[in-house]
């Protein structure tokens, strides 16, 4: 892995032929779920190009077999992969993140919009008039 893209994360569910400046990983799904391994690794991107020393960003493949990666159990792996995918979705796939989102600002505004508009009924600084006065016709 070297210069800009060093540290970058991608994984792929066929097989692919790449060049040396590619490190691939084959995951032992008897030991890991490889988008689990995935997740972490993005998550460690800035500490992986840290492995990278000098001017040019090289990272050889022997730095990433040393790397550490914390291995729960499978079913706690699975649970953790499927909420970080609910997530992704949410933020990357427009189809069911920007109704999640439209809903979720909905429900902020109707409940700000409801506690702005009310108010204590003995407040001396808020007087009642009914509609009929406020509008020039009805």
């Given at each position: ?23 691939n990983l084959i995951i032992d799904?008897?030991?890991a779920n490889f988008k689990f ?37 499978l079913p706690e792996q699975a ?60």
């Amino acid at each position: 892995m070297i210069g800009a893209t060093a540290g970058k994360v991608a994984w792929n569910e066929v097989d692919v032929t790449t060049n040396q400046n590619c490190c691939n990983l084959i995951i032992d799904t008897d030991q890991a779920n490889f988008k689990f391994v995935y997740y972490w690794l993005c998550r460690e991107y800035g500490n992986l190009q840290a492995l990278a020393p000098g001017a040019v960003s090289i990272i050889n493949a022997g730095k990433i077999k040393q790397y550490p990666i914390p291995i729960p159990p499978l079913p706690e792996q699975a649970r953790i992969v499927a909420i970080l995918d609910k997530f992704d979705a949410l933020v990357n796939d427009i189809s069911i993140g920007l109704p999640a989102e439209i809903a979720a600002r909905r429900k902020q505004y109707e409940y700000y919009r409801n506690r702005l508009l009310t108010f204590k009924e003995a407040s001396a600084q808020h007087s009642k008039l009914p509609a009929s006065s406020i509008f020039d016709a009805l």
